[in-house]
């Protein structure tokens, strides 16, 4: 799929439908156009994992912050400015101690955007949806993260308006590291819970 | 109902293929369905049950073909019509015919942050106290959902365990058919996987939902 420009008259069929039902909304009033630029730029350039990879790298350095996040775990992600839309109930599931968490929505597509942005495809599509519940241990083998027999795996599948983060087990060889530091470990896969956080040395 | 969005469990979708440094939309049009569809919830014609509902209902054939945002656009599309705002001709011609019904209820940009960061809350004050307590064995609901609902197919008529009281929140399968119905408990409810998928179960596995009460009877 390429970009149409102002005048291409090679529309795809979504772009045509999109535009046709932007066009007659703005016109009766209904939808601001500037609006509609304001969400896209939220999510865009704004609101992405690097939120909810914050929020991680101060539940590894700060025991009391991550028993806050265990108590009340919206409150506390609401106090580093991460609230709102598809945020407004949050838990925290915790790996470590032989159990590995993982998210999905089997029934559409629930994700915790202020914490991590819009979903990613595959978060979306059949497959994942699927595959997560039924044979969760294939699925992470899929995305390269093979665990040992006897780490229990727990698939959080979210069917109400509770939204899931998980923190992932924080990586040795990283005592005293800053927050900026951490978070730089932490990616959007390891807060899904379908990947791992990055080794010390491995972080871009 | 176990429409075409009802795919936990389900054979034969293939491999999980993550796009490396996928961008956050594929084409300029995918940005401004999203965009449109938020501000068009804003309208408040409908609860956001109501907009699942409509994007489940769509044909099997679409719903697991299409994009996501063409599910979107679709349901939009569809919910638009129901509630009179956009008429099928008008899409047809893309052009207004009939004056807007709720025009003092649009979005307008400047209000974008504050209305993105205030989100829509769905806790409720409870009418009763919640009949299950963490550790209680329950039982799932079997039963047949014409309508929407919140309980996936895989975990009808289950035995699982009441890890967590999430709190009252509005019941969906009431919220989708129109005006807000109130509250109901909500339960994080643990099935081991054997529960779930018998002897094809992966060992050591376990699935939590979010179940609302009454789809819960004590077992």
């Known amino acids: ?111 915790p955007w202020a914490v991590l942005g819009l979903p990613p495809v595959w978060y979306k599509s059949p497959p994942y949806r699927s595959r997560a519940v039924a044979e969760p241990r294939a699925v992470l083998a899929e995305f390269g993260v093979d665990l040992p027999e006897e780490t229990r795996i727990r698939v959080w599948d979210s069917t109400a308006e509770v939204r899931y983060l998980v923190v992932p087990e924080r990586p040795s060889g990283t005592d005293g590291w800053s927050e900026d530091r951490l978070a730089a470990l932490v990616t959007r896969d390891s807060m899904i819970g379908t990947g791992l956080a990055l080794q010390p040395g491995a972080a871009a | 109902m176990n429409g075409p969005q009802d795919l936990g469990g389900r054979s034969g979708f293939g491999p999980v293929v993550p796009e490396p440094d996928e961008p956050v939309f594929h ?64 899409r047809a011609t893309g052009q207004a015919r009939d ?34 307590a963490v550790g209680d064995e329950v039982c799932t609901s079997r039963s047949r959902v014409r309508g929407h609902t919140r309980l996936p197919g895989y975990a009808q008529g289950r035995m699982g365990q009441v890890v967590a009281i999430r709190g009252c929140h509005v019941f969906p399968d009431l919220n989708a058919e129109g005006a807000d119905a109130g509250g109901a408990w909500l339960y994080a409810v643990s099935f081991s996987g054997e529960e779930l998928w018998g002897s094809g179960a992966e060992p050591g596995t376990e699935v939590i939902i979010d179940a609302f009460e009454p789809y819960l009877a004590q077992a």
């Open chain 2, 99 to 132: 004056p807007g019904l709720r025009p003092e209820r649009r979005l307008a940009a400047a209000d974008v942050p504050a209305v993105l960061a205030k989100g829509g809350p769905v806790d409720r004050a409870p009418e009763s106290p919640p009949v299950f």
């Open chain 1, 1 to 111: 799929m390429h970009d149409h420009g102002p005048g291409d008259n090679e529309l795809s069929p979504e772009e045509a439908r999109v535009r046709a039902l932007e066009t007659i909304l703005v016109e009766k009033g209904l939808v601001d156009p500037a609006a509609i630029d304001a969400i896209i730029e939220t999510y865009a350039e704004k609101v992405g994992p690097r939120n909810g990879a914050q929020v991680v790298a101060r539940a590894w350095r700060d025991g009391g912050f991550a028993q806050a996040l265990r108590d009340d775990a919206t409150a506390t992600i609401a106090e580093m400015g991460f609230h709102g839309r598809q945020a407004e109930h949050m838990e925290v599931v915790w790996n470590g101690d032989g159990v590995h968490n993982m998210v999905v929505c089997t029934l559409c597509s629930c994700y």
């Open chain 2, 27 to 90: 084409a300029p049009w995918e940005g401004r369905a999203l965009g449109l569809t938020l501000c068009a919830g804003a309208l408040g014609h409908w609860t956001l049950d109501e907009s699942r509902h409509a994007r489940e209902r769509l044909p099997p054939t679409f719903y697991l073909s299409a994009s996501y945002y063409d599910i979107w656009l679709t349901a939009l599309e569809a919910l638009l019509e129901r509630h009179g705002e956009v008429s099928a001709e008008e």
